[in-house]
């Protein structure tokens, strides 16, 4: 252990150095002489060597080639030689060039720069190479020693690409994976029949069920990058007809950034096919937008604010509002990003977005320049029967935010909607779209740029579907579906902030008050969800776990639309995102139905309430007269179904 400590002492890497640059310097002049060099011109070699091995030694310095590891050495490094050695390169040709005739012995011929220069810097880095090589060697077989104990399986890769190359690297230099690579799988035909980090591509996707039984596989990883969903589900659908395990590797940003372990090769998961294509993100646009700014985020606790919390922070803002109501959920999220980004200005501030005091005294001291809002009350069949909360949250703290907002002029406001909002049926989708309205009133008399993103159901998100579903299914099922014939439109986490912050960036530069639109894809039905889950978990759907169906809760719709039949759609520069046109409202019309909404609220007229948004807000369909036992009722419903399922009553789908 001592003297591979002293190996990587910079000292002794200096010592090395300079015995390789004196080797170097006598094997060209030993070149250049055939090995018989005259009397006279050992005398000009030993004029000239020191010097010109001073002159490299300093070209190495100056140039960074003791700024580095040597066991981590790969071709970022070659850069800092090849610069070194055209350093050096240089003062010996001034010299031979500046100096009188009468000088000569200090004069190195151009054949001995030549040969000396590639020998030297072949020299210190081959040093370097030799030592990667005996540092992996060593942590090899001291993992291989200490991963003895377990079962070695055989493994196809299926991605040749740089992700699948970084995967065989990373598994054929460790020893204690366990696992054997036996090939590669890609469907490239220029990729057939080569050999990829000393593995061979052994066939294309199709050939999987021959290649499992041929080679004995216990296991299948995808290694690939950006692969698109649909093939993703391709690969699935092979594999589970075989049958066989199927892992994945980690995602696009880890892969770039070279951080690919062993230890993070996961099994498939839901999110990586629902969630649309790989987003492509104007940075340049974004860094503009944000970088410098004080940006504020609302309901920084929940899912959707977290997520915007963490995008902002790679585009280095100034400071980042962190405002949230409940108190364990920002302490979360506050101490998450200050663990990541401990360089950045982090402000986590406890506060309800509808109290004026608290809004007004957080906007004086921190003037934030763009406003991401994303606190809101969002479970559709919890707010039917919270509909005075509803109004307060999503459309009267709006409001109050939004003229705060304007007041101190902020450059961009964000409102994040939902696709409930188009012909709404409940109470949630009714106060998202007068949100939407509310924007576009704001923006007509601010000088704020307000916007608003719509979108669908967002994966993982606190509360959605999917949590719901593998919670059952870890507990053995049933899972329980309201209504077979129901779809919806998912997006992931990462790219919905992604994609909001898009939009805002948009928003600076356009006249605002319009309502942006995200790409979702095509539906997909809850029930196929359902099931797409029960197989990822390694069960059979309707064998393993019983799917039940409760029926449809209150305010719920079987179809949810991202646009209405009367509004007019155009495009943006980025193909994810479109603008929505839709019918505005006058400002006097706006502020006479907010007024009465906080009477029917203040009041308690449930009916009167829901008959009003049916009458302002277009094709709005709430139901008048909710029953509060509908919950109750419904819950004790869906236990009921879900016994009788247990014990294989006929309602199983």
């Known amino acids: 252990m001592k003297l591979r400590s002293r190996l990587v002492n910079r000292r002794t890497q200096f010592v090395l150095d300079f015995f390789v640059l004196v080797l170097a310097f006598l094997l060209a002049y030993l070149l250049r002489f055939d090995f018989e060099i005259p009397p006279r011109q050992i005398y000009q070699l030993m004029i000239q060597l020191p010097y010109v091995v001073l002159i490299q030694l300093c070209a190495l310095i100056w140039a960074g080639g ?175 007809k075989i049958p066989i395990k199927v892992q994945i590797i ?61 995008q902002v922070l790679r585009f280095q803002p100034l400071s980042l509002l962190l405002v949230e109501r409940a108190e364990n959920a920002l302490f979360n999220i506050d101490r998450e990003l200050r663990a990541h980004y401990p360089a950045q200005k982090i402000v986590s501030l406890i506060a309800d977005i509808g109290d004026e005091t608290r809004v007004r005294a957080i906007f004086e001291t921190h003037h934030p320049q763009v ?33 705060v907002a304007g007041e101190f002029a902020t450059e961009v406001f964000v409102l ?43 994966i993982g998100s606190a509360g959605s579907v999917i949590p719901i579903f593998r919670e059952q299914i870890m507990n053995g099922g049933p899972v329980t579906v309201t209504d077979r014939r129901m ?65 449809i809760r209150p305010g719920e719709k079987l179809k949810e639309e991202l646009l209405m039949t009367e509004e007019n759609v155009s495009e943006t520069a980025h193909p994810k995102i479109f603008i929505n046109k839709i019918a505005e409202h006058s400002a006097d019309d706006l502020r006479v139905a907010l007024e009465r909404l906080e009477i029917f609220s203040r009041n308690g007229h449930e009916r009167e309430l829901r008959l009003f948004l049916n009458e302002f807000l277009p094709n709005a369909n709430l139901d008048l007269t909710p029953q509060v036992s509908g919950i109750d009722d419904n819950h004790a419903t869906r236990k009921e179904k879900a016994l009788s399922a247990a014990a294989g009553d006929s309602t199983v789908l």
């Open 66 to 240: 003791y700024g580095f590891v040597w066991r981590y050495i790969g071709m970022m490094e070659l850069k800092t030689f090849i610069k070194a050695a055209g350093l050096s390169v240089v003062p010996p040709v001034m010299i031979r060039a500046a100096l009188p005739q009468q000088f000569h012995e200090w004069q190195v011929p151009f054949s001995i720069i030549i040969f000396d220069t590639l020998l030297a810097f072949s020299g210190v880095l081959g040093l370097r190479v030799l030592r990667r090589a005996h540092y992996e060697r060593f942590e090899k077989r001291r993992r291989t020693e200490s991963g003895k104990s377990k079962a070695q399986k055989s493994v196809l890769l299926v991605g040749a690409g740089q992700a699948g190359q970084l995967t065989a690297k990373e598994i054929i230099n460790r020893g204690d994976t366990g696992l054997t690579i036996k090939g590669f799988v890609d469907d490239d035909p220029a990729k057939q029949r080569t050999v990829i980090q000393g593995v061979k591509v052994v066939g294309k996707t199709e050939d999987l069920p021959r290649l499992v039984n041929g080679l004995k596989i216990d296991q299948i990883v995808i290694s690939m990058a950006q692969a698109p969903r649909r093939d993703l589900r391709r690969i699935l659908e092979i594999c589970e």
């Open 250 to 310: 980690p995602g696009l940003y880890e892969i770039l950034q070279g951080d690919v372990e062993v230890s993070r090769i996961r099994d498939v998961r839901i999110e990586d096919l629902l969630g649309r294509e790989p987003v492509n993100l104007d940075e340049e646009s974004l860094q503009l937008f944000l970088e410098g700014k004080t940006v504020m985020v609302t309901g920084a606790g929940g899912s959707i604010g977290s997520e915007l919390a963490r």
């Open 371 to 403: 406003v991401l809002h994303a606190a809101a009350h969002k479970h559709v069949p919890l707010m039917e029967f919270n509909s005075q909360e509803a109004l307060k949250n999503n459309v009267f703290a709006t409001r109050l935010l939004g003229e």
């Open 416 to 458: 994040i909607s939902t696709d409930k909002a188009v012909c709404p049926t409940s109470v949630m989708g009714a106060t998202k779209r007068l949100a939407e309205l509310l924007i576009q009133d704001l923006n007509c008399r601010m000088r704020t740029r307000y916007v608003a993103v719509r979108f669908g159901n967002v």
């Open 487 to 551: 779809t919806r439109y998912f997006m992931t986490l990462a790219e919905a902030s992604q994609l909001v912050l898009q939009v805002g960036a948009m928003g600076k530069s356009g006249n605002g008050g319009e309502v942006f639109v995200l790409q979702m894809g095509e539906p997909i039905r809850i029930v196929e969800l359902a099931e797409t889950l029960i197989n990822l978990s390694g069960l059979k759907p309707h064998e393993d776990i019983k799917i039940v169906e409760t029926g």
